[in-house]
Protein backbone atom coordinates (compact mmCIF):
# COMPACT_ATOMS: atom_id res chain seq x y z
CA UNK A 1 0.00 0.00 0.00
CA UNK A 2 1.29 3.27 -1.19
CA UNK A 3 2.23 5.98 2.37
CA UNK A 4 2.08 9.13 -1.12
CA UNK A 5 -0.59 11.78 -0.35
CA UNK A 6 -3.32 11.58 -2.27
CA UNK A 7 -4.68 14.25 -5.06
CA UNK A 8 -8.14 12.48 -5.06
CA UNK A 9 -10.07 9.71 -3.12
CA UNK A 10 -11.97 7.09 -4.86
CA UNK A 11 -14.94 5.80 -2.56
CA UNK A 12 -15.79 2.00 -2.87
CA UNK A 13 -18.67 2.88 -5.11
CA UNK A 14 -16.69 4.71 -7.70
CA UNK A 15 -17.22 8.01 -6.77
CA UNK A 16 -14.81 10.52 -6.74
CA UNK A 17 -13.58 13.23 -4.60
CA UNK A 18 -10.77 15.81 -5.04
CA UNK A 19 -8.36 16.62 -2.57
CA UNK A 20 -6.78 19.87 -1.74
CA UNK A 21 -3.11 19.97 -1.79
CA UNK A 22 -3.11 22.42 0.98
CA UNK A 23 -5.46 21.60 3.89
CA UNK A 24 -6.30 17.95 2.33
CA UNK A 25 -10.07 19.06 2.49
CA UNK A 26 -12.37 16.36 0.04
CA UNK A 27 -14.28 17.52 -2.84
CA UNK A 28 -18.10 16.70 -3.00
CA UNK A 29 -18.06 13.08 -4.06
CA UNK A 30 -18.77 12.95 -8.05
CA UNK A 31 -20.13 9.99 -10.28
CA UNK A 32 -18.19 9.30 -13.56
CA UNK A 33 -14.28 10.46 -15.03
CA UNK A 34 -12.88 13.89 -12.89
CA UNK A 35 -12.65 16.72 -15.11
CA UNK A 36 -13.18 20.37 -15.40
CA UNK A 37 -16.76 19.75 -16.78
CA UNK A 38 -17.37 17.81 -13.78
CA UNK A 39 -15.10 19.04 -11.07
CA UNK A 40 -16.98 20.83 -7.94
CA UNK A 41 -17.57 24.78 -8.01
CA UNK A 42 -14.50 26.48 -7.31
CA UNK A 43 -11.81 24.04 -6.77
CA UNK A 44 -8.63 24.90 -8.92
CA UNK A 45 -7.04 22.17 -10.61
CA UNK A 46 -3.00 22.58 -11.80
CA UNK A 47 -3.39 20.00 -14.14
CA UNK A 48 -0.65 16.58 -14.76
CA UNK A 49 -0.23 13.70 -16.39
CA UNK A 50 -2.17 10.60 -14.19
CA UNK A 51 2.05 9.24 -14.28
CA UNK A 52 3.59 12.13 -12.99
CA UNK A 53 5.08 12.61 -9.73
CA UNK A 54 5.78 15.09 -7.65
CA UNK A 55 9.11 15.20 -6.41
CA UNK A 56 7.69 17.56 -3.47
CA UNK A 57 5.31 14.82 -1.93
CA UNK A 58 5.54 11.83 -3.85
CA UNK A 59 1.67 12.21 -5.04
CA UNK A 60 0.86 11.98 -8.77
CA UNK A 61 -1.43 13.38 -11.42
CA UNK A 62 -3.42 16.78 -11.10
CA UNK A 63 -3.05 18.88 -7.94
CA UNK A 64 -6.06 20.50 -6.92
CA UNK A 65 -6.48 23.80 -4.29
CA UNK A 66 -10.10 23.87 -2.54
CA UNK A 67 -11.99 27.40 -2.37
CA UNK A 68 -11.04 28.29 0.92
CA UNK A 69 -7.62 27.91 0.41
CA UNK A 70 -7.57 29.61 -3.04
CA UNK A 71 -8.89 32.65 -1.10
CA UNK A 72 -5.70 32.64 0.93
CA UNK A 73 -3.22 35.38 0.18
CA UNK A 74 0.39 33.78 -1.20
CA UNK A 75 -1.34 30.84 -2.69
CA UNK A 76 -0.90 30.61 -6.67
CA UNK A 77 -4.36 29.81 -8.62
CA UNK A 78 -4.05 27.94 -11.37
CA UNK A 79 -7.10 27.27 -13.72
CA UNK A 80 -10.71 27.70 -12.40
CA UNK A 81 -13.05 24.79 -12.76
CA UNK A 82 -16.74 26.79 -13.02
CA UNK A 83 -17.67 29.98 -10.70
CA UNK A 84 -16.02 30.48 -7.16
CA UNK A 85 -17.51 33.98 -7.22
Known amino acids: MSTAPLNVKIYASGRISMVCQYCGRKSRPIEGPLDITTMSLGWW ?41
Request: hydrophobic share 30%; proline share 12%.
Open 45 to 85: VTPYPAEFVHDFDGSTGARYTCPACARKPGVKRPLLTRGLD
